[in-house]
């Protein structure tokens, strides 16, 4: 029979997120990995700005803040300084989509060995629910008060696609946190993206689907509904590269 | 068997959600941060498969296996 003991790479306390916030469970999946994988004295949490920031309050192990968006290249310089570390990125989609959308384009091109982990809320959540760039068509928010426009503000960007088609990177998938399968699916996949770092394979990319109850302004169960009918059609969880399996 | 760490739940409900026999509810109390937090109604029926706390953004519920 399964059981579950919370992870220690956490600390025992709660984390600074909103009730319901999926960012936090996101957290958890990735410190269950690293427990998993027996990994606490060697992994490296580079953290960037936004909401995600607030793991370096809950994470028990080593840490490091970036400057906004360049957690990938932070991550770049610690990991060819000490490439035995395993290292990975924990960002929102503000710092990574927006502002640091040089940085990881690069980095996933150049194939850097190590792993990101993209936390997509489709909302800047910490500075008050302005628009993202993946903000969904129709889809308000403090600065499109009438639904973003796509005449106006474009549309959504996908992440997952647009580094699944660089040649470099070995592992890009897409993960909704909505459910228990979702969530036990991407707890595999991070586990994966580990491993394959681990192994010295190259980059590898985990988008994890997530909420933002406050800024959505609805309850945490509305908001798992909202995902299905919204969210997941447009952003379709899956595996969109995986160079073992392609060979 | 599960315990839940009422002091770091926030009282999201999605173990209540998605407990597939159904035997978590809300409590009629607040914990000392102010959340209503879930009950187990009835632990007889747990099965031990931990869905509540695959779902817990927080930790907050761990799960002892079944004895057989």
């Not at chain 1, 060995?113 to 629910?129: H, R």
């Not at chain 1, 088609?165 to 993206?193: C, H, M, Q, W």
């Amino acid at each position: 029979m399964p059981a579950y003991k919370r992870p220690s790479s956490l600390m025992p306390m709660t984390t600074g997120y909103c009730p319901g916030c999926l960012h936090a469970l996101g957290t958890r999946l990735v410190a269950d990995a690293i427990d998993e994988l027996n990994q606490q004295q060697n992994a490296i949490n580079v953290v960037s700005v936004g909401c995600s920031a607030l793991n370096l309050y809950s994470w028990n192990g080593d840490d490091i803040g970036a400057a906004h968006g360049r957690a990938p290249a932070v991550a770049t310089g610690i990991k060819r300084c000490l490439p035995d570390r395993l290292v990975f990125t924990y960002q929102g989609d503000g710092d990574l989509a927006a502002i640091g959308l040089a940085e990881i384009m690069s980095a996933a091109n150049r194939g850097e060995n190590f792993t990101v982990i993209f936390a997509n809320n489709q909302t800047y959540g910490m500075t008050g629910g302005q628009m993202a760039p993946t903000t969904l068509i129709g889809q308000k928010s403090t600065t499109t008060p009438f639904g973003r426009d796509p005449q106006t503000t474009g549309y959504p960007l996908k992440m997952c696609e647009l580094i699944a088609t660089l040649e470099a990177p070995v592992f890009v998938a897409r993960y909704a946190l909505n459910t228990p399968k979702g969530v036990s699916d991407a707890k595999k996949g991070i586990k994966k993206a580990f491993e394959l770092q681990l192994a010295g394979k190259g980059f590898t990319f985990i988008e994890l689907l997530t909420n933002c109850p406050t800024n959505w302004g609805m309850s945490p169960l509305q908001t798992l509904d909202y995902m299905d009918t919204n969210t997941i059609p447009y952003f379709k969880p899956g595996i969109y590269k995986d160079t073992e399996v392609q060979g | 068997m599960i315990t839940i760490n009422e002091l770091m739940c926030k009282g999201c409900g999605y173990c209540v959600k998605y407990c597939p026999k159904h035997i978590l509810e809300m409590g009629k109390e607040r914990s000392q941060r102010g959340h209503f937090y879930p009950v187990n109604i009835d632990a007889e029926k747990c099965t031990s498969c931990a869905i509540c706390a695959l779902m817990c953004p927080e930790g907050a519920i761990e799960v002892a296996a079944k004895e057989r």
